[in-house]
């Protein structure tokens, strides 16, 4: 499975962006907000590309700076969740360590 740096760099794969949804979702909240007002505003895809593109890179920040901040664990977390095909449940070890070593 790839690091999380090289998914941050590439596409993150669904266990990585699992494993780091809480702080998406924290750390992300405003361009997420952003993005969905704007697609309510406006049903024509194309005038929502720019927040979607902050949205995105937003993510894949986050994801580098996770990396950065507490590789190991998130790693830990982010393989656990892809060998249990991202079911919360058998990882929640991984994810105490995680949120421990990296609180959101």
Known sequence: MASAVDAAEQVPTSSVLMAA???????????????????????????????GRQVTQCVLHLLRDLHQSCNKEFDSYAGCMYYHTNEFEFCRKEQKEFEKACPF
Do not use: F, S
């Open 21 to 51: 949804a809480k702080h998406i979702g924290t750390k992300c909240r405003g361009e997420n907000v952003a993005y969905l007002k704007c697609k309510k505003d406006d049903p024509n895809p194309e005038k929502c590309l720019d927040k």
